[in-house]
């Protein structure tokens, strides 16, 4: 089970941050990832992070804005967002891709559990 908490307004330029807190007692053997979807949108990828943090990935547009980290020990991960611009703005869903892996932290389609949505807004 996956818990996303941290949305809110902010402001344009302005940062907010994140977290997805998960159930159980292997997270460290998962790959995580946030996702966010704006009204109308498909659901896209923003960021991911390998089980042990040792890698992350970015979508190309929070690239130097956005920083995804986890905690093993509190079993949980991390999305600060800073500079936010309003096209930032949707709900933001953390997911959670467990063993055997998919072939991409790119793919949506490649999680297995995904959190309820935490709404980010930007105002210009």
């Known amino acids: 089970q996956l818990q996303a908490s941290g949305g809110g307004l902010v402001q344009a330029g302005g940062s907010l941050r994140l977290s997805c807190a998960a159930s159980?007692?292997?997270?460290?053997?998962?790959?995580m990832g946030w996702f966010r979807q704006a009204p109308g949108k498909e659901r896209e990828f923003v960021a991911a992070?390998?089980?042990?943090?040792?890698?992350?990935y970015y979508t190309d547009s929070v690239k130097g804005r956005f920083t995804i980290t986890r905690d093993n020990a509190k079993n949980t991960v991390y999305l600060q967002m800073n500079s936010l611009k309003p096209e930032d703005a949707a709900i933001y869903y953390c997911?959670?891709?467990?063993?055997?892996?998919?072939?991409?932290?790119?793919?949506?389609?490649?999680?297995?559990?995904w959190g309820q949505g935490t709404l980010v807004t930007v105002s210009s």
């Open positions: 992070v390998s089980p042990i943090g040792s890698s992350t």
């Open positions: 997911a959670a891709d467990l063993p055997p892996y998919s072939d991409s932290y790119y793919w949506k389609e490649g999680y297995d559990y």
């Open positions: 159980g007692r292997t997270f460290s053997l998962y790959r």
